[in-house]
């Protein structure tokens, strides 16, 4: 636990030859820094390179160019059984002729283990697991549940640097996902161990990660804290994967120090007062985004950024209401939290009514485009 | 009548089991218990059954010999025994062998790019279009003293001008032996290589995962997971090779006879239906013994047993 970075990724590509034979970049000059102890999450759609990038890391798959760094060390070409790191496969890859206990020792007995060392090992892990009195079992004698513990018991097992996860519970129901993204995140907080998790599942990396890289295409579009992810995201892309958004083209029609005045041609209006950061000038087309659960409806109009249109949908889901309005032919998209029972029909917007949105400068994000 | 079937449970089981059952009494029970019941009967002089309960045969097998040269009453020739003890190590060698064979074979085409696994698998199957009995006589070809392989090595001397004899290699138990492993090879290949597809990929990469090397994910992962096919393989090979006479009978002339040439030799140039049902019997439950104790400790190839 010398080094500064558990995983590093610099610059990795990897490229395939399709069976069509085309080259494809499958890992686009992705750059990645993980630091020790961090859960870090691999988010992104089917097909962008996750699971890819994590079995670069494990050494499945060698890197077409750049370098992948364990613990500070340059891997090159160190076959998976001499890297510090242990997989948790999404189809649990269980020994289907061992006993769970000898799955959970198979990686110690690899490590010449002796065997009063390998029974209190696995007895460990197993309680860790809470898996106690499994031992004798067949992993075919288990739950879907059981099968992914054991998969994460015998990976952890070996105390490696890093545990690398693809999608483990992806075979779960959700009821049973939910447990087990909080006991995966209470794991990894008691032991210390460095996490590297894909998914394509955004709540469940919100849910458990420190740190998100949200990936498309084999590149990494944003890194960042599940917050800064979804309140600044760096793209249309981002803010659009990652939750719900509207968006707008705009133009920027004047710059202040930290604040911006954007022109929205399609409402035939602006919205002033938006904190942006550096590096955009006057005039330039950009992007503007607002979550939906960020847009408030007004009974009586306003003068600032508000703007006004007509329902023409809702949605109730529970615990919110979705309610879609039409704002001079564009649909905008706003979430109310069903803070009061709904159960009296007076208290649904119609469609039909007319309304104001309200949307704060605040809750407005600038988006550059690509 | 109908009503009454229809509410008897274990009438419409029987039923419904029947063109099952009528199969199996008509191809399996009936000339099992004909073999039976001849295996138990005397050869007239002019070759027919003579129905009795005589265990003269059986006797006859075990090495009783009513008909001794220096004039006693009864010997011991142990003649038959030994033909039986030549069966069993055969078919074991012959299993042996074929498994060394054909795991690496099974294995490589395992491990093949998917798209040029079914071109080898047809290589595989390829012999097997040609009709057994010629694919020995082919065998025949290669092995006789005028043989190509005899030729080859005598060109072979001759270019380094070392005196060369033709090797006698027809008409020996090693020659019967190449020739059974050749011809039951893919029978052994094709069960093997089946339980090899079936192991993911991602279970040798959870073993080099969790440290092992190529040898050992072999010993620990691959080897126990294709047992099955290994098992299923035995049993396709080991049963029909107690049984053949053709292979012993081309490659092995009169210095190799096995139990299926006894038999064969019984049925159709002794006359002696009632000795050679009685060997049938005797070969059939020696294979059954084995059989059952190699499926009591390895299952039958579908499961895998582990201790
Ligand atoms: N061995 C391979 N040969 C050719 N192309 C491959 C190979 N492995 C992956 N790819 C391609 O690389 C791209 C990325 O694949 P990868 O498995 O990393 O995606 P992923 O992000 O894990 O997706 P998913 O969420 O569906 O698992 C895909 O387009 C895939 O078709
Ligand atoms: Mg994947």
């Known amino acids: ?370 | 009548m109908l009503k009454r079937l229809r509410e008897n449970k274990s009438a419409q089981g029987t039923l419904l089991a029947s063109p099952t059952m009528l199969w199996m009494i008509g191809l399996l029970i009936i000339p099992l218990l004909l073999t039976l019941v001849v295996s138990f009967g005397q050869r007239s002089p002019d070759g027919d059954v003579i129905y009795s309960f005589s265990l003269d045969n059986y006797i006859r097998l075990f090495g009783y010999s009513t008909d001794c040269d220096n004039g006693q009453a009864s010997c011991f020739d142990p003649l038959y025994l030994q033909i039986l003890w030549r069966s069993l190590t055969l078919a074991f060698n012959t299993t042996v062998f074929v498994i060394l064979l054909a795991y690496p074979l099974a294995y490589f085409i395992a491990r093949a790019h998917p798209l040029r696994r079914n071109t080898f698998l047809f290589l595989v199957l390829i012999p097997l279009w040609t009709n057994f009995v010629i694919r020995v006589y082919a065998w025949m070809m290669l092995l006789r003293t005028q043989g190509v392989i005899n030729l080859m090595l005598g060109w072979l001397a001759g270019l380094f001008n070392i005196p060369f004899t033709p090797l006698e290699m027809l008409y020996t138990p090693g020659a019967v032996l190449v020739g059974m492993v050749y011809e039951f090879l893919p029978f052994m290949i094709l069960p093997i290589y089946t339980s090899l597809e079936k192991i993911d990929n991602s279970l040798y990469e959870a073993a080099a995962d969790l440290g092992a090397n190529g040898l050992k994910t072999f010993a620990r992962v691959t080897l126990p997971l294709s047992m099955p096919g290994v098992v299923a393989g035995t049993i396709l090979v080991f049963i029909p090779v107690m049984g053949t006479f053709i292979v012993s009978d081309i490659l092995g002339g009169r210095q190799v006879i096995l139990v299926g040439n006894l038999i064969q030799r019984q049925f159709l140039d002794a006359r002696d239906p009632t000795f050679g049902s009685a060997a049938s019997l005797i070969l059939m439950i020696l294979t059954l013994i084995v059989t059952y104790f190699y499926t009591r400790k390895f299952g039958f190839g579908e499961e895998i047993v582990v201790a």
């Open chain 1, 1 to 370: 636990m010398t080094a500064e970075f558990a995983v590093e990724l610099q610059d990795v590509v990897k490229r395939f030859i399709t069976p069509e034979g085309n080259a494809l970049n499958a890992v686009d000059h992705v750059t990645m820094q993980i630091k020790n102890g961090e859960f870090f999450s691999m988010l992104g759609s089917s097909g962008c390179g996750k699971t890819t990038s994590l079995r670069m890391i494990a050494g499945f798959e060698w890197p077409t160019e750049g370098e992948v760094y364990i613990e500070g060390k340059a891997m090159g070409h160190t076959p998976p059984f001499q890297r510090k790191v242990n997989t948790v496969f999404q189809s649990y890859a269980l020994f289907q002729h061992l006993t769970v206990f000898q799955n959970i020792a198979f990686g110690l007995e690899m490590e010449g283990a002796q065997k009063d060392e390998i029974e209190k090992r696995v007895k460990h892990v197993l309680e860790m697991v809470q898996l106690t009195g499994m031992e004798r079992r067949k992993p075919k004698q288990l739950s879907g549940g059981q099968q992914q513990r054991i998969a994460v018991a015998r990976a952890l097992v070996k105390v490696p640097d890093v545990l690398l996860l693809d999608e483990p519970l992806g075979a779960l129901d959700l009821k049973l996902r939910k447990d087990m993204q909080l006991e995966l995140k209470a794991l990894q907080q008691q032991l210390g161990i460095t996490f590297v998790y894909v998914t394509h599942d955004q709540e469940e990396a919100m849910t458990m990660s420190d740190r998100i890289a949200v990936m498309s295409k084999g590149k990494v579009q944003q890194m960042g804290t599940p917050v800064e992810i979804y309140e600044r995201p760096a793209n249309r892309f981002v803010a659009d994967f990652i939750g719900d958004s509207n968006f707008f083209e705009g133009r920027i029609k004047s710059l202040s120090k930290n604040e911006a005045v954007v022109f929205i041609p399609d409402l035939k209006a602006e919205v002033t007062g938006i904190p942006v950061s550096q590096g955009l000038v006057t005039g330039e087309e950009i992007t503007v985004s607002i979550r939906p659960e960020k847009v408030l409806i007004s009974e009586k109009p306003m003068n600032q950024n508000t703007f006004r249109g007509r329902v023409t949908n809702t949605v109730y889901i529970g615990t919110d209401t979705h309610v879609y309005v039409d704002l001079m032919g564009k649909r905008v998209k706003v979430f109310e939290q069903n803070r009061i029972s709904r159960l009296d029909p007076g208290s649904f917007y119609t469609v039909g009514q007319d309304v104001t949105l309200v949307m704060m400068p605040e809750n407005v994000l600038v988006l550059k485009k690509e």
